[in-house]
Structure formats: structure tokens, C-alpha cells
């Protein structure tokens, strides 16, 4: 077998360059346990956030040949044999050094979720439905490793955005939360107005890109769009409301959250 | 049943600020993906283009697209069905006609609707914005434009009327269905049997049932609204019947466009006579 090649962007915030590395093919070797052997070896400085090294706790997400990937999922026999490896920080998030990206972005868009509010808690304690309980399941499942944050072109190409946008990690999060039975809140208005629900076209990459296969498009986002058209497009379901009597909640009703 | 008092209040939490800016890591380049990314998006424009500039061919040509008596067989093609104008000739008699006040091809009238079913389509607004629009051409790949907007605006706000266009496409699924059940007919002898033009017609109707109950907002509204399934038990039987289609709904959206184009070129074959529908029984 011929040796390993590696492309791997060094820098920081004040700009930085790809460096080469050359090393001898081992077995079953993830991406990771090269950048390890090149930090033990040739770049001991070389920067890179890792922890569980088997998939679960969404740390070592960087792009390997332009793509976003998990450093410890992606085995080096799954990449084209004797042809260079490409690895480079998340291109959406500020960098911080080498292969290590600032997602504290998605944190702040995480403080902004309006919490689980369930109704006082009745005698007995609260009951679920396996049935709604597995809904929600799927979307629980999201390791935060925010590759999917990362390829929304919304935001990866488009930095103004940010502002407004939630992105596809917390779009699952609302809608995991609007298809609780147990909840109360209202957060139809809120991801239309300011987290940018509209600015998504679906393009599907960041279904595409998720390690634990969630359906983040057609079981989160469309759905929720959906929900969206329920509350402020579709003159049926605005009929229907008045005639049942069924109110609306207001935008400041669905921007709450309760105390810690 | 007694209630004890929930301790939550609400909070205004939602207008955290996030920080912007900072210099990003990695070379300013449109894209490193090495692989053929831009493979998916020309196979895409020329599949849809191709459809495109064949479906306004046959709506316009306002001919050939029926099947009657003379021929002992009763097929019209899905792009002029239903026939309700005073154009068609599919109608036998000029003052059948619903719309008398149409006079040009019938075809025009009626792709609005499965036109802007498919424009609004979830998939296809994934296909043509990617290979079309190119935002963005491909994952991970820059997309082509200075600002966005997506569709919080107009005119692409407006693609929240699909559930609308899906309505409609239940209409003309009904009367397709129609037309494949009348497709056994062969009038003149006055019996019925089945040709390859039943067939087609029928595998037509069929795989638009499975589009239209694939399509997204038809598994929301049988189901996916509802915030609790354990209490409405019957929508969610319809949700658990979707969703499993919904998967498929890409390969519907693919397979139902080649085949409603072929009925319509089959059709248009046997009507010109350059073909005999071959009955099988």
C-alpha cells in the first residue's frame, strides 16, 4: 500500500495554509487516528477537539475532502485510494485554531428556544402514548455535532443571516417541541418571523450529512413548514379556526420559556 | 382528577444576541469537494428541461391527443384531460362543453394545476433550487448568490400554497382514474378489453395516486398536524399509512413525470396512426 497523504489546514483567526504529511497506511484507521499519529509525530501543536471516538458525541466534526464528516466515523479505506486527504475546519463557524471551529453560535440559538412548558402537573403524574413518545424519539437522537448547521448554505454562505436563522440542529428541536402532546407553547410565529423557518429551501444537505441518519427535512422542517402554512397561509384551517373558535397564540405568548 | 399548580412563568428569552463575524477557517474557494458534484444538478436540468420543452410542445400542437371511436379505442392523453372546452374533440359534441368561451388548446387550462402541483412540489424545490437556481448547486458547495432570502419572501412565499395545487391533484387524479376505467372500453364494438394504451393509462393513474399520497402536505394533513396521535388513533392509522409512501417520494416524483410523458406520446402515436394499440385481450 502507498503511504497516506495528508492536506491539513493550520491556522487561526489571522489566517492560515494547508501543510502535507506523509505516513505509513495502518489497518482500519479512521481519519482521526491519523491526525493523532501526525500530532504524536510531525505536529505535535496540531489542534483538533475529539472526545469518544465512536460517533456519539458529535466533537471531531470537520470537513474531509470538502465534505463534512465525523473524523472518527470516516474510515480511510471509505476514501479514494493513494489520492489525497483534504481536511479543514467547519466553514461556517469562526475558527479558533487548525481543525478546532467557535460553535458557540448554535448555543446561543439553543438559549433562544422557548423551553418545554406543560400544563400543571395533574394528580397521578403525566402520561404519553408510546406512540407520541417514539414521534419524538428520532429527533433525540441529534448528537450536536452541527455538521448540519455547517453545510446550510443559509448560513455557511451567507454570514448575515445568522442573525435570523436557527438552522437545522434547532429546527428539529422546535419541532420535536411542537409535537409533544404535553406542551403548551406556540412556536408557529416565532420560527417563521425570527429563527428564518422560510429561508430554508430544503435542499436536504444537512439531512444528507447527520451521523445518526435523522430525517432532519422531511420529519422536522416540513413538517414544520406545514405547520407554519396551518397557522398563516392557508384560509381553510384560518376558517376553520373561527368557526371552532380555536385561537391563535400570539408571537410574545410563543417566545417564552419558563425559569430555570 | 385534582391538579397541583405548574411553577413555570414565562420568560422573554428569545432575543439573545449572537455574535458575528470572526475569520473562518479554510480557503476562501468555492468548494473542495473532489468528487463530480456537479453531476446531479446537469443530469437534473436535462431531465426537467426536457420535460419542459415537451410538455409546452404537446400543449400547444392541440392535436392528436385522442383516441375515439374510429379506432375503436378510448384513450386521451392525461395533458388534455379533462376534456371541457370547446376545442377539445374528445367531448364528441362542441356544446358539451363546460368552458365554451376556451378556444385554444385545451392542454393550457389544464397544466396549470399538475404544473403547479409539481412546481411546489418539496422535491422538486430541492431539485430545481440546487440545479436551476444553484442555492446551492450541491452540499457543501457555494451557492451562486450575494444575498438570500430563501422563501420568506415573495415570490417564493408562495410556495405554501402546495396543499392547495394537492387538492387539485386529487381532482385530476379522480379523472385520470376515470379515463384508465374508460380506457377498457372499445367503443364502436361495444364491448371492452384491454390494450396496451389500458395499460398505460392505468400505470399513469396509478403512480400519480402514489405521487400525490406521498407528497408532504397530503402526510401532514392526514396526520402530522395533530400534536397528540394516542388521541386521534384514526389519523394516525392515515399518518402511519403515508408516512412509509413519503419515503418514496422522491422515486414517485421521478417515475410518475417519465410516465405521465409517456402516455401522452403513447396516445399521441396511436392517434396519428404511426402506431396500433395492440389489444392483449
Given at each position: 500500500m502507498s503511504d497516506v497523504k495528508m492536506r491539513i489546514w493550520r491556522g487561526d483567526k489571522d489566517g492560515g495554509e494547508f501543510e502535507n504529511y506523509s505516513l505509513k497506511p495502518q489497518e482500519g484507521e479512521v481519519v482521526l487516528d491519523v491526525i493523532h499519529r501526525i500530532q504524536a509525530t510531525e505536529a505535535p501543536d496540531l489542534a483538533c477537539r475529539w472526545n469518544c471516538k465512536a460517533g456519539k458525541c458529535g466533537s471531531c466534526s470537520a470537513e474531509i475532502n470538502g465534505k463534512p464528516r465525523l473524523l472518527c466515523m470516516t474510515r480511510m479505506d471509505q476514501l479514494p485510494e493513494g489520492e489525497e486527504v483534504t481536511v479543514t475546519p467547519m466553514r461556517a463557524f469562526p475558527i479558533i485554531r487548525d481543525l478546532v471551529s467557535d460553535v458557540s453560535y448554535n448555543f446561543e440559538k439553543a438559549r433562544q428556544v422557548p423551553a418545554f412548558l406543560p400544563p400543571p402537573r395533574p394528580e397521578g403524574g403525566y402520561r404519553m402514548s408510546q406512540a407520541d413518545v417514539e414521534r419524538g424519539q428520532e429527533f433525540r437522537q441529534c448528537i450536536e455535532c452541527f455538521m448540519c448547521q455547517d453545510v446550510c448554505h443559509v448560513i455557511r454562505d451567507h454570514e448575515e443571516n445568522k442573525t435570523n436563522y436557527a438552522g437545522p440542529r434547532l429546527f428539529i428541536r422546535y419541532a420535536e417541541l411542537e409535537m409533544h402532546p404535553l406542551d403548551t407553547n406556540d412556536r408557529r410565529d416565532l420560527v417563521r418571523d425570527k429563527?428564518?423557518?422560510?429561508?430554508?429551501?430544503?435542499?436536504?444537505c444537512c439531512t444528507e450529512v447527520c451521523p445518526e441518519h435523522i430525517k432532519i427535512t422531511d420529519n422536522a422542517i416540513i413538517p414544520l413548514k406545514e405547520r407554519v402554512v396551518d397557522a398563516d397561509f392557508d384560509p381553510v384551517a384560518w376558517l376553520g379556526r373561527k368557526i371552532l373558535r380555536r385561537t391563535k397564540r400570539t408571537p410574545a405568548e410563543a417566545s417564552v420559556q419558563p425559569e430555570a | 382528577m385534582t391538579t397541583t399548580e405548574n411553577s413555570a412563568t414565562r420568560v422573554d428569552n428569545s432575543s439573545t444576541p449572537v455574535i458575528l463575524g470572526g475569520a473562518r477557517g479554510g480557503p476562501d474557494v468555492t468548494t473542495m469537494r473532489t468528487d463530480r458534484w456537479w453531476l446531479a444538478p446537469v443530469i437534473t436540468v436535462a431531465i426537467l428541461g426536457s420535460f419542459v420543452i415537451y410538455a409546452t410542445w404537446a400543449a400547444f400542437v392541440n392535436k392528436d391527443y385522442y383516441v375515439g371511436a374510429n379506432m375503436h379505442r378510448d384513450l386521451i392523453s392525461p395533458f388534455y384531460s379533462p376534456c371541457l372546452t370547446q376545442s377539445c374533440v374528445a367531448t364528441g359534441a362542441a356544446n358539451k362543453a363546460v368552458f365554451s368561451w376556451w378556444t385554444i388548446s385545451p392542454a393550457l387550462l389544464i397544466l396549470i394545476f399538475p404544473l403547479g402541483f409539481r412546481m411546489t412540489c418539496y422535491y422538486y424545490r430541492r431539485s430545481y433550487y440546487r440545479s436551476f437556481w444553484w442555492a446551492p448547486p450541491a452540499c457543501s458547495v457555494a451557492d451562486s448568490h450575494k444575498s438570500y432570502s430563501g422563501e420568506s419572501r415573495f415570490p417564493l412565499i408562495m410556495q405554501n400554497v402546495h396543499r392547495y395545487f394537492w387538492y387539485f391533484g386529487l381532482v385530476f387524479n379522480v379523472l385520470l382514474t376515470y379515463d384508465a376505467v374508460m380506457a377498457f372500453r372499445t367503443p364502436g364494438d361495444g364491448g371492452i378489453g384491454v390494450t396496451i394504451g389500458t395499460m398505460v393509462l392505468c400505470l399513469n393513474a396509478t403512480l400519480l395516486w402514489g405521487y400525490s399520497l406521498s407528497c408532504h402536505a397530503c402526510r401532514h394533513l392526514c396526520g402530522g398536524q395533530v400534536r397528540s396521535f394516542s388521541k386521534h388513533p384514526i389519523r394516525y392509522k392515515f399518518w402511519k399509512f403515508v408516512t412509509p409512501l413519503n419515503a418514496k417520494h422522491m422515486q414517485f416524483a421521478w417515475v410518475s413525470l417519465f410516465v405521465v410523458a409517456l402516455t401522452d406520446v403513447y396516445v399521441r402515436l396511436v392517434a396519428s396512426g404511426t402506431i396500433t394499440d395492440f389489444k392483449l385481450f
Open positions: 429563527m428564518g423557518l422560510g429561508m430554508c429551501n430544503i435542499t436536504k | -
